[in-house]
């Protein structure tokens, strides 16, 4: 089983910045991928950033240019720093790993319960 925890959530007035954390444990014998996401009330859930093992980066329109996410790939961490932070960025921050168990073995996704953002003054 792969254990997937998040921290650094919090309220942040706008403008403010945050600084996202998720660390990946258990049965992991290869990353492929580490991503976060987020969910408003009434809303879907949706990408923010990934990033996947060769180093590539992807950001979701919403956050380009103010976010930057970086992945340790030894250490099985995930952070996320956003800037000049918005209302529209209040959600539930969730963190996914896409990692396979065994060598060999085909890769699956794994979540963490996600932890609240909320941009407020």
């Known amino acids: 089983q792969v254990q997937v925890m998040e921290s650094g959530g919090g309220l942040v007035q706008p403008g403010g910045s945050l600084k996202l954390s998720c660390v990946a444990s258990g049965s992991i014998f290869r990353i492929y991928a580490m991503g976060w996401y987020r969910q408003a009330p009434g809303k879907q859930r949706d990408l923010v950033a990934s990033?996947?093992?060769?180093?590539?980066?992807n950001y979701a329109d919403s956050v380009q240019g103010r976010s930057t996410a970086h992945m340790d790939y030894a250490a099985k961490t995930l952070t996320l720093q956003m800037d000049s932070l918005e209302p529209a960025d209040t959600a539930v921050y969730f963190c996914?790993?896409?990692?396979?168990?065994?060598?060999?073995?085909?890769?699956?996704?794994?979540w963490g319960q996600g932890i609240q953002v909320t941009v407020s003054s």
């Open positions: 996914n790993v896409y990692s396979s168990p065994v060598q060999d073995s085909p890769p699956q996704h794994y």
């Open positions: 990033i996947i093992h060769t180093g590539f980066t």
